[in-house]
């Protein structure tokens, strides 16, 4: 039972090292202001795909024992087809003409990184440490300042 909440947590810090490459990427697409750059290709789709179903095929295992806990079970299920849906966002929607549809679809589809943070402050909750939600935020808006302005 416990190495579901570490392989948990291993999801959740892809999470994490997402929303640094996609900081990282945004960061080289506004330096390369010359050079005609596609923003919408995304080469981790595949990875986005894989990750996602075994975050739900983990989940799916998860329920089979006694004793799981509601919260990480639906936000793992959650976290795994946002990025089941984000990989497929990559791979078919290129350049949608309806802006309702882009709005939807880059809100659910970035949606992953909430789901990241809730997820690795449960597994960090569950080992004890009160306050993961605010270690793991603080966590982001320091990786998004050392990426962005410092780098």
Do not use: C, Q
């Not at 882009?102 to 909750?125: D, G, H, P, Q, T």
């Amino acid at each position: 039972m416990k190495y579901y909440i570490y392989i948990y947590f291993i999801l959740g810090f892809y999470g994490y090292l997402r929303f640094a490459y996609m900081i990282l990427r945004g960061k080289s697409i506004i330096k390369k202001t010359f050079y005609y750059t596609d923003s919408n290709r995304d080469k981790l789709w595949i990875v986005d795909i894989i990750i996602g179903v075994s975050a739900l095929l983990i989940s799916f295992t998860y329920i089979a024992h006694k004793n799981f806990n509601k919260y990480l079970l639906t936000i793992g299920m959650l976290y795994g087809l946002v990025l089941i849906i984000r990989g497929l966002k990559s791979l078919f929607i290129r350049n949608p003409n309806n802006f309702i549809l882009r709005k939807l679809s880059n809100y659910v589809a970035n949606s992953y990184i909430i789901f990241s943070i809730w997820l690795l402050s449960a597994v960090i909750e569950m080992n004890g440490i009160e306050g993961g939600t605010i270690v793991i935020i603080g966590l982001y808006f320091a990786t998004y300042y050392v990426l962005w302005k410092i780098i």
